[in-house]
């Protein structure tokens, strides 16, 4: 089922990280030239908006939030993180392009679909940062648009997103691993049950094409970390049984995630 639509996420970086801003009416901005009060770059985590419209594509965005963090000293590496943090976005336009019929073009007449995310931010300061993203599509033709909520997570020392291998100790992503980590974890697993969902398995927590769509789908597990802990975040395309939030303190995963990237996470937590 297309998302219900059948029928119808050096020391100078770690500064450079401190600071949380929110940045709101910065339509389509995604250049290192965002101005804060008094004409001075905005440095830090951003939270920026975005109104672009691909009109050859039928999409477009309607105060479409993303990540963005500012100011990193080293190009290379902001170009790396911050398209990995506007990642889900930039597949909603594909992904909205790709799965359109051609009779629902029709039905469109020219219209284009609105996309709308909200971002919720996890860890914002310090090496790791991390943020969801929920994305929601009002199609422009009858049907609805159950898209996922996406985390992402980036080593702003590293300059590169984190993938489960990062996150976890090897065995964690082992079978037994998992049910370790499924039982450390506290959420809906009654609502998991009656959907008659699969134990999650290690190909879960990687991109994918699933039903039978024509490009890739972000994985359907996805870890954010907040300041409380960590939180297991299952969503897909689809308008049943596709959006479950897990969470565990860190003290209950501590075993379970890279032992090299714990107190980093613990040290973000703390930050002040």
Do not use: H
């Amino acid at each position: 089922m297309r998302a219900g639509l059948k029928n119808a996420g050096l020391k100078d970086v770690v500064a450079l990280a401190a600071v949380t801003l929110m940045v709101a009416g910065a339509a389509g901005c995604s250049s290192s030239d965002d101005k804060g009060g008094g004409g001075d770059p905005v440095k830090g985590t951003i939270v920026l908006t975005d109104n672009s419209a691909y009109a050859d594509k039928l999409v477009k965005f309607q105060e479409a939030e993303y990540v963005k963090i500012a100011g990193l000293p080293d190009q290379a590496a902001a170009k790396t993180v911050n398209d990995a943090l506007r990642g889900p976005l930039d597949w909603s336009v594909k992904w909205a392009s790709a799965t359109l019929l051609p009779e629902q073009r029709t039905e469109c007449k020219g219209r284009s679909s609105v996309i709308q995310t909200k971002v919720r931010l996890g860890l914002r300061k310090g090496e790791i940062i991390s943020a969801s993203n929920s994305i929601q599509m009002i199609p422009c033709f009858e049907g609805e648009g159950g898209l996922p909520n996406v985390p992402v997570t980036v080593d702003v020392k590293a300059g590169k997103a984190l993938t489960a291998d990062d996150v976890f100790d090897s065995k964690t992503l082992e079978k037994k691993g998992l049910k370790k980590l499924w039982d450390a974890l506290s959420g809906p697993k009654d609502d998991w049950k009656d959907c008659e969902l699969d134990d999650i398995q290690k190909k879960d927590f990687s991109p994918g094409k699933r039903d039978g769509d024509p490009i890739e789908s972000p994985a359907p597990a996805g870890v954010l970390f907040t300041e409380q802990g960590m939180e297991l975040i299952w969503s897909t395309t689809g308008t049943s049984c596709n959006n479950f939030t897990f969470t565990a303190p860190y003290d209950k995963v501590k075993d379970m995630i890279n032992k090299d990237l714990y107190p980093r996470l613990l040290a973000g937590a703390a930050a002040k």
